[in-house]
């Protein structure tokens, strides 16, 4: 089983930076990727980044080029930076999780981190 932990949202300016953290407990060895989504109100929620247990990373256009995936050596610690924030960056951002299961796959969510990016 594994649980997952976010933490470091909060307001900030728009052109700010804030680095989102994600605690990963349980079992860690059968993760086949992880990601961070994020949901505003009204709105479906989106996938921001993900990773795969490779390391191989990929990027919502809305991403690119301005956020960063990445996790700690231990992989307990799943990131994201994010850079030149904007008034629409603004939700509630999500960690997840991806695992094997019988059959198919489960998907394990945290309970999210609120960013808000306002001046």
């Known amino acids: 089983q594994v649980q997952l932990a976010e933490s470091g949202g909060g307001l900030v300016q728009p052109g700010g930076s804030l680095r989102l953290s994600c605690g990963v407990s349980?079992?860690?060895?059968?993760?086949?990727?992880m990601g961070w989504y994020r949901q505003s109100p009204g709105k479906a929620r989106e996938l921001v980044a993900a990773?795969?247990?490779?390391?191989?990373?990929n990027y919502a256009e809305s991403a690119k080029s301005r956020f960063t995936i990445s996790r700690d050596s231990t992989k307990r610690t799943l990131f994201l930076q994010m850079n030149s924030l904007k008034p629409d960056d603004t939700a509630v951002y999500y960690c997840?999780?991806?695992?094997?299961?019988?059959?198919?796959?489960?998907?394990?969510w945290g309970q999210g981190t609120l960013v808000t990016v306002s001046s």
């Open positions: 990773i795969t247990a490779s390391d191989r990373t």
């Open positions: 349980g079992s860690i060895g059968s993760i086949l990727g």
């Open positions: 997840k999780a991806v695992l094997p299961s019988n059959p198919g796959y489960v998907e394990v």
